[in-house]
């Protein structure tokens, strides 16, 4: 009898090790190996499996939009870019509590209210958990097809009798387990098992499977990588719990595009749609005080005002403290030394504080004009126009460079109420469009931030901005 050979496979990257070592050398994580069986090679003693032979085609030929089916959820729609598209694999991932469950069972409940087949298959919860939140949330009446079951072989069975859903939820990927592979449910060999099976239905049935995923402590999706890359589809849900705000983003789109966000407000009746999610963020601004921003941001096609709030404060230790919260910590890093270097703001001496109110995460370089305006007028205590936005990339000589969509945020920010806008002087022809289209929204171009923090210290109490610029230098 051949012996079973062993392998230990890291189960945060999948990388395979012959034997046991408590760093895995592809990723670096400590004790992440865990030992599962290997598949046996093909020897003398066994024989390989013979292909079968299939048909080769050319590139000439008609090509047709991927038909898609709405959810029924619009934000989830925009997200995955116009429905769920036939045969499709999506895996969704995001902190536990976030509300992954929540959305899915609203948007199968949709579905099966519009007459077509959704099944929801649960293995982290019992199917009197599940109907109690579809009690709870007024969905106890759609005919939503429920189990809790574990066995993809078992799964896959019972959806191959009778008609072909259109949308399955697996809750969750890292519960599934499949005969073929010799291991505990959850391990890396699990998982990728699993959601191979499920993938081989979906493109077989043509129907739309959602995988539920688990996150890592570092925000990372838990299993291999392998398995973002065999699914068509990855979203990330993403919020803080302190906050009402839930951010759902598609980290990678096979059908549509990948910089787009739905948002979605946590209530008492399940998640709300958020059709304007500027008003929602400003709606409990500070008005008046210093170290506030407003900066016209762009998600996606959808332009979206967010908050930005600065803190400069004299510190007492060796070494200022730079906190940030929603915003790239390196990116505050490179605007603080251009606030030192180019325009003589000395803050070696204060830790610094950023936070994006709401909740929101922004990833653009377009807020580097925003966040050193906040920045400033913190330091200096002068509290920034109410009705400005601000937007514009810095660059390390300090100068302001042009970003894109410059009027979907100003078109955006003036049907907010907004009428003046800080941008960069490059981008004149937008403003002057924005002037002529809105005559109450006035734009003022800035080419370098030195002219800026001259702007925002003259703002200051009398004596404070000459006090302020005497002390930076």
Wanted: include cysteine; proline fraction near 4%; glycine fraction near 12%.
């Amino acid at each position: 009898m051949s012996k079973r050979s062993l392998s230990f496979i890291c189960q945060n990257c999948g990388a395979a090790s012959h034997r046991w070592q408590g760093k895995c050398e592809a990723c670096g994580e400590w004790n992440s190996l865990a030992e599962e069986g290997a598949e046996r090679p093909a020897g003398p003693g066994r024989k390989a499996p013979k292909g079968r032979l299939f048909a080769l085609e050319g590139l000439s030929g008609e090509a047709h939009d991927a038909p898609r089916l709405a959810s029924g959820v619009a934000e989830l729609d925009r997200v995955t870019g116009g429905g769920f598209v036939r045969g499709s694999v999506l895996l969704m991932a995001g902190d536990p509590g976030i509300g992954k469950s929540t959305l899915l069972i609203q948007a199968t409940a949709a579905l099966a209210r519009a007459g077509h087949r959704a099944v929801y298959i649960s293995g982290e919860e019992a199917v009197a958990q599940v109907r109690l939140r579809a009690e709870r949330l007024g969905l106890r009446d759609a005919p939503v097809e429920l189990a809790a079951e574990t066995s993809v072989e078992d799964i896959i069975a019972t959806l191959s009798e009778g008609k072909t859903p259109r949308l399955i939820v697996i809750d969750s990927i890292q519960t599934m387990w499949t005969d073929l592979v010799e291991s505990a449910p959850g391990t890396v060999t699990q998982v990728r098992g699993s959601a191979q099976a499920l993938i081989r239905y979906a493109k077989r049935s043509g129907a739309a499977i959602i995988l539920v995923g688990h996150v890592t402590k570092d925000g990372q999706i838990a299993g291999p990588r392998v398995v973002e890359h065999m699914v068509d589809a990855v979203l990330s849900f993403e919020g803080d719990g302190t906050h009402q705000f839930r951010i759902l983003r598609a980290v990678k789109n096979r059908f549509g595009p990948t910089d787009e966000i739905g948002v979605f407000e946590m209530t008492g009746a399940g998640l709300a749609e958020v059709a304007n999610p500027s008003e929602l963020f400003l709606s409990e601004r500070d008005l008046g005080q210093p170290g506030t921003a407003v900066f016209a941001g762009m998600e996606g096609t959808r332009p979206i005002l967010v908050e930005i709030q600065a803190l400069v404060a004299p510190t007492s230790l060796g070494t200022p403290r730079r906190a940030v919260v929603g915003w790239d910590t390196s990116r505050l890093a490179m605007v603080l030394a251009v606030l030192e270097a180019h325009c003589g703001v000395k803050l070696g001496g204060h830790d610094v504080y950023l936070n994006v109110a709401g909740g929101m995460r922004i990833n653009e370089p377009a807020a580097d004009l925003a966040a050193a305006a906040a920045l400033v007028s913190s330091l200096a205590n002068a509290a920034l126009p109410a009705d400005a936005v601000y937007f514009g990339e810095v660059s390390l000589s300090g100068a302001i460079r042009r970003v894109s969509h410059g009027a979907a945020r100003l078109k955006e920010a003036a049907k907010l109420g907004f009428t003046r806008a800080v941008m960069p002087e490059a981008a004149k022809s937008e403003a002057a469009m924005a002037e002529s289209g809105d005559p109450g929204l006035r734009a003022s171009t800035v080419g370098n931030l030195t002219h800026l923090v001259a702007d925002i210290a003259a703002l200051g109490k009398p004596g404070k901005a000459a006090k302020t610029r005497g002390q930076d230098g």
